[in-house]
């Protein structure tokens, strides 16, 4: 059972539906739940209806439009409650969430907002609890829900609270509280991430217990920590005879001492979750290391690291928090209580508080969703989330996406979990499937919130104004990018990769999260956006162009990767697309991106777009046009010039405006029903395929730009720690000193991967060697033994990537060394004082 539809009708901002239906002017879906009578018996007034993806929904809107309002409608209809507060409190559906311009308002306090769900893709068991309440209601209503869509509205009238409605033709069926508290318990489970819930970084094991529901024994004690800041905060109260401020921090210590439900964990709180849904910690092993004593120390601490290795096979941390792959989250315990830690991959150990409040948010959001994961397995569930984006950076949000995209997939849940969530965040909308998106935007006067049926998504445009923020295609906002010539070729791409992406497919295109296509405009531009994102004092972004196959895209080419004096791209970074889809079996010539397109989808859209844009031509010319359309001569320059060439062979070349956007929606209108209605249609399949290859080869460069890039920036980075070490220590050196720089290019070099294998090994012998000086005593180096480690790093500050190891160890030019020598002092190869600006070029890249 899936939700598929909110119905709202006088709640909270909702009044009542003023912008009609999508099928209005068709043959109209019935709607009987618009005829529910008010306390009244007033007339028929429109629901709001807002449709609900299988997966994931997202609802944007501008603030008070009302987005909140519709997740909290979602969780009352099937719990009878909204969304939590901080305090795990939920306002019942109550008269009280009445709309101010509600047309049931008036003077006595008896009138009641409509709320309801449509289900969809019910089981026969599930129809089975449906019939069962509806056969014992009314022995009629037999067969209303045999087969179809379910939908419950909340109405209270007299002893009916709600209606359910299977067959729309039947009437509905009157649900006393009873009889919905039955259907209820077979209704999707509701579970909440809550975006106000940071992580605790301190857990006392006492209130660890309680929440367990075991009695913490005489052996546990509080943190001292919390004890000192308690004392400290008491005594100078005594002694200022000042007052208690119950927000500030001192007080919210003493009060975990003082207060015991203060200090308290609920058993449904994040930290519990944790250990005991995540990892599945017992309350006995919690007993047993609360009741050590400091004599088994060596007990606890390999209990510890047991919980340390589940929370690192359990969670996969770096998987998702994208800004360090070696990032780790562990615990210690220390006098009565558990730490949070966090570690980077400098191997540095940090507390939540010398780290940012994002990252204990995004852990506390990553935490939630996975025990919702585990408690939703097998059975089906609905997610809801209001507003994740307020304490996350943009990088966090794109992480959150993927822990998102993580409740839904077939691994975690087959089909069974949906999640909607709110935001105000362009970086929580997941560029790849636009049709997630839910548009609510507030109003004038009565009209209230109103869903946006048809916001346009693909092109975001009220979406745009609605975030209050610019949500167009901006250049290079990404850290990888595909430059292409137009603002067709941009529209095209993206919007083929969304007519065929799915969560199950997407890593067969282009993921749009994580690759920016922009477009320069014209041709001629693109030159101007390459130097306008290349600043001197940082790294230029991952660029990677794609030109026309034409003579003005190999002229742009040549200008690119062979301008002079230095190129702005290398030659394997600008890509045509013709040569992509070289050798193409179909025999379409490729010139620019419209040849993606097969010419029978091409041409039908053509003649679309001339029979809405051009009627009275249309009228005219339709015989002769669809004669040209129907058996199209190919040309040697592509089909947009095949286009023109056909419109003037029907005399009309001179009265229509070939607008190649315009026919680019029409082809992606024209795609999208070929997928619906025919999906295994040939020419669909044909440019499936072709899309696949194109996006294949663009993000191999892609990919391979950015390793390109890190890269550069890796080299530069130990070009520059070298550098400064050679500065500090310029005739002598502390084996300290030496072990902590080797450890940490080594680290620097282990984001490479494969590419820094070589430098790797080098960099891990000369670490056992210094390693081996100071296990032998031995704590400064000088004289000639220095010169050769001076010898050592200045060839490593000069070609860094470039070094191999040889058999005897790592490989440094014999006339290097005498000159490494002289240059203890100063003079060197490498000028002492200068430092490294920008990194040269190595051989082999």
């Avoid at 948010?361 to 097998?378: E, I, P, T, V």
């Avoid at 190129?567 to 040849?595: H, K, M, Y």
């Amino acid at each position: 059972m899936k939700v598929s539809k909110v119905l709202l009708r006088w709640y909270k901002s909702f009044n009542v539906n003023t912008m009609g239906y999508d099928d209005r002017g068709k043959e109209d879906q019935p709607r009987p739940w618009n005829t529910l009578p008010g306390p009244h018996g007033e007339a028929s007034y429109p629901f709001i209806e807002i449709p609900l993806e299988r997966d994931v929904t997202t609802i944007v809107g501008a603030n008070e439009s009302g987005k909140s309002h519709l997740i909290s409608a979602i969780s009352k209809v099937i719990t009878g409650c909204g969304i939590p507060d901080d305090r795990d409190r939920s306002a019942a559906f109550d008269r009280m969430d009445l709309c101010h311009f509600a047309s049931q308002r008036s003077r006595n306090a008896d009138r009641w907002p409509n709320i309801g769900l449509q289900f969809t893709d019910l089981t026969p068991i599930e129809r089975g609890h449906f019939s069962t309440l509806a056969e014992s209601v009314s022995p009629a209503a037999k067969g209303t829900f045999a087969e179809g869509d379910v939908t419950l509205v909340l109405a209270r009238v007299e002893s009916t609270v709600a209606y359910a409605f299977g067959d729309l033709q039947a009437e509905p069926i009157p649900l006393n509280q009873d009889q919905l508290d039955e259907i209820r318990k077979h209704l999707p489970t509701v579970l909440f991430i809550k975006s106000d819930v940071g992580l605790r970084d301190e857990i006392p094991l006492a209130s660890l217990l309680e929440a367990y529901g075991v009695t913490a024994g005489s052996n546990t004690v509080f943190s001292p920590r919390a004890a000192q800041h308690a004392a400290r905060y008491l005594l100078n109260l005594a002694n200022s005879s000042g007052t208690i401020d119950p927000k500030s921090t001192e007080w919210r210590e003493a009060a975990r001492l003082l207060l015991p439900d203060e200090a308290t964990l609920g058993p449904d709180s994040l930290e519990v979750k944790l250990f005991r849904e995540i990892l599945g910690i017992t309350a006995d092993t919690l007993e047993c290391v609360a009741r050590a004593s400091d004599s088994n120390r060596s007990y606890v601490d390999n209990i510890v690291a047991d919980w340390n290795r589940a929370i690192d096979e359990t969670l996969t941390l770096s998987r998702y928090w994208q800004q360090d792959d070696a990032f780790a989250l562990e615990l210690d315990y220390k006098q009565g209580a558990l730490y949070l830690e966090v570690r980077d991959r400098t191997g540095a150990v940090y507390t939540f508080g010398e780290r940012s409040s994002g990252l204990r948010y995004f852990l506390s959001y990553y935490l939630q969703a996975k025990a919702l994961a585990m408690a939703a397995r097998d059975k089906h569930a609905i997610i809801l989330m209001d507003e994740p984006d307020s304490y996350l950076s943009l990088l966090g949000q794109r992480n959150l996406l993927a822990v998102f995209e993580s409740l839904v997939s077939a691994e975690t849940s087959p089909g069974m979990t949906q999640l909607v969530y709110t935001t105000h965040s362009p970086f929580l909308i997941n560029r790849n499937y636009p049709r997630r998106i839910r548009l609510v935007r507030k109003g004038y006067a009565d009209e209230g919130t109103q869903h946006v049926s048809k916001p346009m998504v693909r092109s975001y445009e009220p979406i745009r104004s609605a975030l209050g923020i610019d949500l167009a295609q901006t250049l290079f906002m990404g850290a990888a990018n595909v430059l292409l010539e137009g603002v067709v070729d941009q529209y095209l791409l993206s919007e083929l990769v969304r007519l065929f992406a799915t969560p199950d497919t997407i890593h067969e295109l282009l993921d749009l999260n994580t690759i920016v296509l922009s477009a320069a405009g014209k041709a001629s531009a693109i030159e101007q956006v390459l130097k306008a994102s290349r600043w001197p004092d940082e790294p230029s972004p991952a660029t990677v162009v794609l030109v026309d196959s034409d003579q003005a895209g190999a002229a742009l080419r040549e200008r690119i990767a062979q301008g002079q004096p230095k190129p702005l791209l290398e030659d394997e970074f600008v890509l045509d697309i013709g040569a992509l889809l070289g050798g193409d079996p179909s025999r379409q010539t490729i010139v620019t991106i419209e040849d993606l397109i097969p010419v029978p989808i091409y041409a039908d859209a053509l003649l679309g777009f001339i029979q809405q844009w051009y009627p009275a031509v249309w009228a005219t010319h339709e015989g002769s046009l669809r004669k040209a359309c129907k058996a199209p001569a190919q040309t040697q320059n592509g089909i947009v010039a095949w286009a023109k060439e056909m419109l003037a062979s029907c005399g009309i070349a001179e009265t229509i405006a070939l607008d190649k956007l315009g026919i680019a929606r029409t082809v992606v209108a024209r795609a999208t029903t070929l997928r619906d209605q025919h999906p295994d249609a040939v020419d669909l399949v044909e440019l499936k395929r072709r899309l696949q290859v194109v996006c294949q080869r663009v993000g191999e460069v892609v990919d391979k730009a950015q390793r390109t890039l890190k890269r550069q920036t890796v080299r530069q980075m130990l070009q520059r720690a070298v550098w400064e070490f050679r500065q500090r220590f310029r005739t002598a050196g502390s084996t300290f000193d030496l072990e902590a720089l080797m450890r940490r290019l080594r680290s620097e070099v282990e984001t490479l991967g494969t590419d820094g294998e070589q430098l790797h090994q080098v960099l891990n012998r000369r670490l056992n060697e210094v390693q081996g000086l100071r296990s032998a005593g031995i704590a400064l180096i000088g004289g000639a033994d220095w010169a050769q480690w001076t010898a050592f790093l200045q060839e490593l500050e000069r070609s860094p990537l470039a070094m191999t190891v040889a058999d005897n160890g790592p490989s440094v030019e014999p006339s290097t060394a005498p000159e490494a020598a002289s240059g203890v002092n100063g003079g060197s190869s490498l000028e002492a004082d200068t430092p490294p600006e920008t990194a040269s070029a190595e051989p082999g890249e």
